[in-house]
């Protein structure tokens, strides 16, 4: 059925553009003889006749309450004007529930007729041809309303709606760079990237990429500075990890942003910086260098304000990140190496809240990751964030949060991965459907990974806001929230037990050995204080990246053999170090300090 949707879509995107950009219709003709019935040929067979019969019930009430409950492809390729009218009629008098859409259908309908009668010769081929565009697009318009309307309906064809927007601005993207690849073809090519924006697959498009990059904008100082630092320490590595190798971050708000005038406090600009330097940026830039005098960016962020002066704070800041980024020359074009893989996936986050079950609402799968992430940022140790199809063979430990969907694939890539003695650990809620959101029979974890991790799933326990249970883990409590699962051993060992409810006693967590390696899964749920415990315990093997000991709010990264320090607290450190390091901007001993908000680069 996705694919017949998405037929169905790009038939209509191509007719659209081609009014928009004035083809000439003739021409077409000249090449295809019959136009009208080459598309309709190719409608016909992409299935779309047959597109009703797919929808479920809902959704056949909601084209009921707008008058296209009937409408199929001969419907639509026998449209003419006054029908499609007719329709839009129809559709904005019965659709009272939600006008705007109506009205936004209605005026994209008039703007195609609009511009076909305008443009095109007055043949009845031609009219064919335009109101197979119209009625398409009223279609199209009315079956994404019918599946944005419905809340329990098919997840598997929102995420191919999800897979679909993604792969036309793939595409695009691919079609705007075609001249710069002819013209000059040594020039890197890129795209600003947006945070955990997720109307994208980002993994995906940055193989069309030459080099990564993306524009950094947390809302500093509104709550805790240390928990955000590693939130926007896991969107750098994100990016890094898109290519494994250096990226750039393109833009930065050297003081405010437009949102909130809450300004960087002194030495905290400088820190969140190099934070991406200390990641693998090959860059720290602004938006702005100077505040327009009006219009959209007139409050933005900038590096000269609208007084013209060059000795303010932000100013200063801006002069010392670049003397900075001079003084640590030698370090840039190094790359980051990681022994830990996390891996998150766009479409584990659109599938997730699409399907109808697990706690409904938000399973929260990125503060999920992230927390599993900030145990390894808290510690001082390298992450790549990976995707599925990325190769797994150079970590010491991966790990899976809710890895919900996967393929056969990587199914078998973590059964080799853990027999050749690697480390995972996955989560509640693994591999219990396939890409196309189809449950696997026998249940979860699918297929082998119940031998891999020595474990089968009975039943997934999904727990009101208020619900808590309590789990025991080396003669600890910690607590259980929103999801505990209540698993059967297979071969695995209980490392972890519930300690409430009718699950009390039942594996918490499981560990198993599989070949020459080791599976770890989690059950439940927790605020992170049992992460941090179980990570400690299981990644003692991976050394951190500075060999001393770190305090709360303090960090460390590198990049081959240079490690960066960074302070993410309002006061003054002291470390204990276990070996000599050399300041590369002083060229001096380290001694262990660190002030507030600064960064320091060791070797």
């Known amino acids: 059925m996705m694919d017949k949707l998405k037929t169905l879509m790009t038939v209509t995107v191509v007719f659209f553009f081609a009014v928009i950009f004035r083809v000439d219709a003739g021409a077409q003709a000249a090449e295809y003889p019959d136009v009208y019935g080459y598309f309709a ?36 390729m026998s449209f003419s004007l006054s029908s499609v009218f ?6 904005l008098q019965a659709n009272i529930s939600s006008p705007l859409k109506g009205c936004m259908t209605a005026c994209g309908a008039v703007m195609l007729v609009s511009v076909c009668s305008a443009f095109f010769p007055d ?47 793939i595409s695009f993207y691919e079609n705007e760079i075609a001249p710069l690849r002819e013209i000059t073809p040594d020039v890197p090519i890129t795209t600003n990237f947006m945070k955990l924006y997720d109307g994208i697959d980002y993994q995906d498009f940055a193989k069309h990429l030459d080099l990564v990059s993306w524009d950094n904008y947390p809302q500093w100082h ?60 090959e860059s720290a830039q602004y938006f702005q260098w100077r505040r327009g005098r009006g219009a959209a960016e007139q409050f933005h962020g900038s590096v000269v304000d609208h007084n013209d002066r060059d000795d303010t704070l932000v100013f200063k800041e801006v002069t010392k990140t670049g003397t900075t980024l001079a003084n640590i020359n030698e370090m840039l074009s190094t790359n980051v ?35 599993h992430y900030r145990q390894f940022w808290n510690m001082g140790k390298n992450v790549d964030i990976i995707g599925r199809g990325d190769d797994l063979s150079g970590y010491d430990l991966v790990i899976l949060p809710m890895c919900f969907m996967v393929e056969e694939a990587f199914v078998e890539k973590v059964k080799e991965y853990v ?112 992460l941090k415990d179980f990570y400690d315990e299981i990644s003692k093997d991976i ?38 390091y050399i300041n590369i901007e002083t060229n001096e001993k380290f001694d262990g300090k660190i002030k507030a908000y600064e960064t320091l680069f060791l070797k």
């Open 41 to 76: 040929e190719q409608a016909e067979a992409s299935g779309a006749a047959d597109l009703p019969e797919f929808l479920d019930e809902n959704s056949r009430e909601y084209l009921e309450s707008v008058g296209c409950d009937g409408a199929d492809i001969d419907s639509i």
């Open 86 to 91: 007719e329709m839009l009629a129809d559709m």
């Open 123 to 169: 043949d009845e081929k031609t009219k064919g041809v335009m109101n197979l565009v119209c009625g398409c697009f009223v279609m199209i318009s009315v079956f994404v309303s019918a599946a944005e309307s419905v809340k329990t309906g098919v997840s598997a064809m929102k995420l191919c709606w999800n897979r679909f927007v993604s792969d036309s601005h």
């Open 222 to 281: 509104e709550g805790d500075d240390v928990s955000l630092g590693a939130d926007v320490g896991f969107d750098h590595d994100l990016f890094r990890g898109f290519l494994k190798k250096p990226f750039l971050m393109m833009e930065s708000s050297p003081s405010t942003i437009k949102r909130v005038d809450k300004y960087k406090r002194p030495g905290f600009g400088n820190l969140v910086a190099l934070q991406a330097v200390a990641h693998g940026s």
């Open 337 to 371: 190496k990681s022994k830990i893989a996390l891996l998150y996936e766009y479409d584990i986050f659109w599938i997730l809240n699409k399907i109808d079950g697990y706690n409904r609402f938000d399973k929260k799968y990125k503060p999920t990751v992230l927390n």
């Open 419 to 530: 027999a050749k003695g690697g480390t995972v650990v996955a989560t509640y809620m693994t591999a219990v459907s396939d890409e196309n959101d189809l449950c696997y029979l026998g249940g979860a974890p699918a297929k082998d990974l119940k031998e891999v991790f020595g474990l089968e799933v009975e039943q997934t326990d999904g727990l009101y806001a208020d619900d808590r249970n309590y789990v025991e883990y080396n003669g600890k409590t910690y607590e259980a929230k929103d999801y505990c699962e209540v698993v059967n051993l297979k071969g695995g060992k209980k490392l972890a037990e519930y300690k409430e409810d009718y699950y009390k006693g039942c594996p918490a967590v499981v560990e198993n050995s599989y070949g020459k390696g080791k599976a770890y899964y989690i059950a439940f749920r927790d605020n992170g204080e049992f």
């Open 543 to 580: 050394k951190p990246e500075f060999d001393g000991e770190l305090k709360y709010g303090i960090t460390a990264h590198s990049r081959e053999n240079y490690v960066i320090l960074e302070n993410f607290n309002n006061y003054d450190e002291e470390l204990v170090c276990k070996k000599d």
